[in-house]
């Protein structure tokens, strides 16, 4: 008996194993380097989402600590003396300039909340992907 021939009777002689040897039939190489250029998009799309995410949410506590902020200078008298902290000292300001730097603050927040939720475009591309993929799956089904 030849090396090959011995190997082949050293096979599993149960029925499932059949099914598992022609299931293991070499992969189309195409469809396998679409899958894997699925999970590296997949992986990478995911990263940008969580890190949009952590800053959405940090902008989401500036913008409260700056509304907080204004609120409780707006109940303050007109002749309080303020003072903005820059660096290591403080810098006296009146409660107008106060008040419009907190302003400026918030719209600048707003704004960049706004962009980052426009990221939704991350999560259309991956689904675009994997219906390509499953196009291409049932295209080879139907030949």
Do not use: W
Request: glycine share 2%.
């Amino acid at each position: 008996m030849s090396p090959a021939a011995s190997t082949c009777c050293k096979l599993p002689r149960r029925r499932g194993a059949l099914v598992r040897l022609k299931m293991a039939a070499p992969v189309d190489l195409e469809l396998k380097k679409a899958f894997s250029e699925l999970q590296v998009k997949m992986i990478d799309t995911q990263q940008k989402v969580k890190l949009a995410d952590l800053q959405i949410d940090q902008l989401s506590r500036v913008h409260k600590h700056t509304k907080l902020t204004q609120a409780e200078i707006s109940t303050l008298p007109s002749n309080t003396r303020l003072y903005e902290g820059v660096g290591r000292m403080f810098i006296l300001q009146s409660k107008e300039e106060i008040d419009g730097l907190l302003t400026d603050k918030q719209k600048t927040v707003d704004d960049k909340i706004k962009e980052l939720e426009k990221k939704v475009y991350l999560e259309r591309s991956v689904k675009e992907a994997e219906d390509n993929i499953r196009e291409m799956l049932l295209s080879r089904r139907a030949h």
